[in-house]
């Protein structure tokens, strides 16, 4: 079955930047979409297509892909971004695929 | 923004079958628009997929819950359903509704989530 790592936590003062990876065999081929969840809400799609921003997300979120990882990148980090992040993908035998996510902390 | 909201118990007894509604802006799931399905994660682990549903009843399932999963439309038109059965402990997560734009892969949409405990 796919799978998709990504580091359990990512520590970032704010006013820096913030990468989160998300690993996976043959990624480069994959769209992949990114989702930040905060505590009991729903979670939100801040990244589709590997780059695009869906309508109201800052442009300091943006995407990357490289070998067999995909980036989030989050600059000029605010306290308001500490929150989970997950990646996903579709896969044509898996279907949808999740990562483990990545707790972002705002130091 | 669409709102999604699930529904059901958050206890479960092992063995039983577990229910859950989700409801949606009425005339929204009629549009074809999007496949609607559920998403579950687990205490400390990542969102594992359950299944989509489209408008017509066409319905996709992970292949792991397959056996145990039902997900239809209905009660009523503003509402979809999801059914588990033979509930275990492993069921125990947090269940999400969310909307994925037909053609697109992608989940623009969710609700906030209903926790529900498999326990005796």
């Known amino acids: 079955s796919y799978v998709l790592t990504q580091p359990p936590s990512v520590s970032v003062a704010p006013g820096q930047t913030a990468r989160i990876t998300c690993g996976g065999n043959?990624?480069?081929?994959?769209?992949v979409h990114w989702y930040q969840h905060k505590a009991g809400q729903a979670p939100i799609l801040v990244l589709y297509?590997?780059?695009g921003r869906p309508s109201g997300i800052p442009a300091r979120f943006s995407g990357s892909k490289s070998g067999n990882a995909a980036t989030l990148t989050i600059s000029r980090v605010e306290a308001g971004d500490e929150a989970d992040y997950f990646c996903?993908?579709?896969?044509?035998?898996?279907?949808?695929?999740f990562g483990s996510g990545t707790k972002v902390t705002v130091l | 923004q669409l709102q999604l909201q699930e529904s059901g118990p958050g206890l479960v007894k092992p063995s039983e079958t577990l229910s859950l509604t989700c409801t949606v802006p009425?005339?929204?799931?009629?549009?074809?628009?999007?496949?609607w399905g559920w998403i579950r994660q687990s205490p400390g682990k990542g969102p594992e997929w359950i299944g989509n549903?489209?408008?017509?009843?066409?319905?996709y399932y992970n292949p792991s819950l397959e056996s145990r999963v039902t997900i239809s439309m209905g009660p009523s038109s503003s509402q979809f359903s999801l059914s588990v059965n033979s509930v275990t402990a492993a069921d125990t997560a947090v269940y999400y509704c969310?909307?994925?734009?037909?053609?697109?892969?992608?989940?623009?949409?969710w609700g906030q989530g209903t926790p529900v405990t498999v326990s005796s």
């Open positions: 969310a909307g994925c734009v037909v053609g697109s892969n992608r989940f623009d949409y």
């Open positions: 009425s005339g929204t799931l009629s549009g074809g628009n999007y496949y």
């Open positions: 549903v489209y408008y017509s009843g066409v319905t």
């Open positions: 043959n990624i480069g081929s994959k769209s």
């Open positions: 297509g590997d780059y």
């Open positions: 996903h993908v579709w896969d044509s035998s898996d279907d949808h695929v």
